[in-house]
């Protein structure tokens, strides 16, 4: 059986990157700064000392690009615009060249047969709204319900599937908890209204692209096992499946966020803020990398986690275990009755340095049968993006874990195809 049969018709296959980790050009079609160009350039706080001030060029190179994708058979492509090419400074009227730069792409994809599927948030926040509190102010959440509405305006005709924020999750925890991503902030649980106010931008992003047929959050979502049958560890198990999958997703399909962690954003929650988050209908954007065992720890943190021994891992380091995403698409299911489709809008993984990559076949092929297995089970998935089109920026580990199908030369910025890109063209050729 081939590996893109046994799908439902019209089951969607595409790739998936994100703005600051592909464009380069960070100083031209007066884009102002973001948190990542600050990031980046602070000394020590990415592998290398790397930035994305060139990263693949695709600002330049995207119409090649393009012809890799269409040339590689993929019904969409994911890709995210930088909020500070729209509003150089977070606010106030969109920049003609930053809206005109999305616009031709668009167009491209369209005139390939490439479903655009853009995301309005991939971590590149404005520097100057940063600089206002970012995400622990409320204010961010307004001025993204804005910046949404402009991008709506624009390319609105022609874009039916939007995602609104990529992995609120990771953005909080590794960017305002831990410090570790822009905007390098440390608050550890004082990070917290950072979540409240991405899901707040989130539910007046899906308002200001009034009725676009599919508008999803991507969450990044990990199914978690107690690292022994310990009460202790498994109550550790519960309270990172709390920080990591609910608190994102219950307030979008119950309304509500779990008890043990509503006390702490009861200061920032107001009245009408979770039926504004609330989502009826649309799609869940879902993107999975890998199981997380957890056991009981003493510190800030009640948790902390441990290796999955016994299987593959990637050159990350990350496990591979594709029936983790069959598991965590069924324990959605099973969680929210009124789960709406899914996207797996990421699955991936890092291969050394290499043209042949049957590592990431294999990797590729096992999720996408366990992806088909859940659809089985009654999970209604709707399409699959792999992570990346391109080896790209890979934030604070700088360039060196490679994502891509295709192969990036970061000197020369050529572009050469792997296997795992043949594969897939081979099987979206036999699909049909
Ligand atoms: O590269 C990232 C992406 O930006 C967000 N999801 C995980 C990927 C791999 O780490």
Redesign the pocket.
Known sequence: MGVLSGFPDGFVVGV?T?SY?IEGAVHEGGRGASIWDTFAHTPGKTLGGDTGDVACDHYHRFGEDVELMAALGVDAYRFSIAWPRIQPDGTGAPHPDGLGFYDRLVDALLARGIAPTPTLF??DLPQALEDQGGWLSRETALRFGEYAGHVADRLGDRVSRWITL??PI?HMAQGYAFGTHAPGRELMLGALPVAHHQLLGHGLAVQALGGAPEVMITN?CTPVQAASDDEADRVAAMVYDGFHNRLFNDPLFLGEYPEFLAPGLAEVVRDGDMATIRTDGGALGV?Y?NPTRVAAAEGDLPFETRPIEGVPTTA?GWPVVPSGLHDLLVGLKDRYPNLPSVYIT?N?C?VEDRLDDQFRIDYLDGHLGAVRRAIADGVDVRGYFV??LLD?F??A?GYR?R?GLVRTDFDTLARTPRDSYRWLQAALRERG
């Open positions: 998936s994100a980790q991939h971590w990529n992995e990771v990044n993107n990398y990350f990421e991936g890092s992570w990346s790209n890979e934030w580990e874990q994502f």
